[in-house]
């Protein structure tokens, strides 16, 4: 189908709007519709033998239909010559995967493909952050909007009575109202004399890891002085201290006392007072 698809968009340029939209919409209308047996036989001549120009045929009748489902979707702020664009996409895809022995025709088959691309590229392209990313977020968005009964902010009756309608919880809703009703806003505005660059988020949001520059180097310097430190300490031990501190206090498994007493030979008691002395010595050599 990716061949039939660069041959339409090769051959016509009626697939996407160009510069003047209603130029494009009154070209798709006098597009002949295509009756249910020749919408039939291009569709087997497609499937069967690949037949680029009958895809194309199937494609071209459809437009008009893609351009009413765009139309649907003004409301949204996108540019309906984009709208109709990511349609024609879907329409295509439909094509590809439309069996005519079903005995449906070729635009009731191929409603959900038009609306997905569409639904995408909204979704894409509606805010500088996607606002959906879940289904249950997916459906709301677009169910949301009309389900209201109003512009201002639902209460909780009405939040309810969507959640019931659309089968999702009740703070899915709220939460999903509260992305559709908050703008965009720039990380940093530039400093103006009005201060309105306060109200940037960079002007009061904190970073909680604390990725401050000059505060990893300080981190990193004090690491790696202490990690000296500790290594100069430990290399002044006696050979069966440093054994018995890297087991019991810098391996990832530690070791036990009666596991050290028994590679030693000695007494438990006697591998805890060698411990206790040995880290007696550190703290006085690195202090």
């Known amino acids: 189908m990716s061949q039939a698809i660069m041959t339409v968009n090769t051959s016509i340029s009626l697939?996407?709007?160009?510069?003047?939209?209603?130029s494009y919409l009154q070209k798709i209308r006098q597009i002949p519709v295509l009756s249910a047996e020749e919408e039939n036989t291009l569709a087997l001549r497609f499937r069967d033998h690949n037949d680029l120009a009958?895809?194309?045929?199937?494609?071209?009748?459809?437009?008009?239909?893609?351009?009413?489902?765009?139309?649907?979707?003004?409301g949204y702020g996108?540019?309906?010559?984009?709208?109709?664009?990511?349609?024609?996409?879907?329409?295509?895809?439909?094509?590809?995967?439309?069996?005519?022995?079903?005995?449906?025709?070729?635009?009731?088959?191929?409603v959900h493909?038009?609306?997905?691309?569409?639904?995408?590229?909204?979704?894409?392209?509606?805010?500088?952050?996607?606002?959906?990313?879940?289904?249950?977020?997916?459906?709301?968005?677009?169910?949301?909007?009309?389900?209201?009964?109003?512009?201002?902010?639902?209460?909780r009756e009405e939040a309810e009575t969507?959640?019931?309608?659309?089968?999702?919880?009740?703070a899915n809703v709220l939460e999903m109202e509260q992305r559709l009703s908050?703008?965009?806003?720039?990380?940093?505005?530039?400093?103006?004399?009005?201060?309105?660059?306060?109200?940037?988020?960079?002007?009061?949001?904190?970073?909680?890891?604390?990725q401050d520059p000059a505060r990893l180097v300080e981190q990193d310097d004090t690491i790696m002085h202490s990690n000296l430190a500790l290594a100069n300490a430990l290399s002044t031990l006696d050979e069966r201290s440093q054994v018995i501190l890297e087991k019991r206090w810098l391996a990832e498994k530690k070791t036990t006392l009666h596991q050290l007493a028994d590679q030693f030979g000695i007494s438990a008691e006697r591998v805890r007072q060698l411990e206790k002395n040995a880290l007696g010595k550190l703290q006085q050599l690195i202090a």
């Open 15 to 22: 697939l996407a709007p160009g510069n003047s939209l209603e």
């Open 54 to 74: 009958a895809a194309r045929q199937l494609v071209m009748s459809n437009l008009r239909f893609v351009a009413h489902i765009a139309r649907g979707y003004n």
């Open 182 to 210: 908050s703008p965009d806003v720039s990380f940093d505005l530039p400093v103006a004399d009005d201060d309105e660059s306060s109200w940037a988020p960079a002007a009061y949001l904190t970073d909680a890891s604390n």
């Open 113 to 155: 493909w038009i609306r997905a691309e569409i639904h995408e590229h909204i979704l894409r392209n509606w805010r500088i952050v996607k606002i959906a990313t879940t289904k249950a977020q997916r459906k709301l968005f677009f169910n949301l909007r009309s389900s209201k009964k109003r512009i201002s902010w639902l209460n």
């Open 78 to 110: 996108l540019p309906l010559a984009d709208l109709i664009q990511e349609g024609g996409v879907g329409l295509m895809k439909a094509v590809k995967r439309f069996k005519p022995e079903i005995g449906v025709r070729l635009v009731s088959f191929a």
């Open 162 to 170: 969507v959640a019931e309608d659309l089968g999702v919880t009740t």
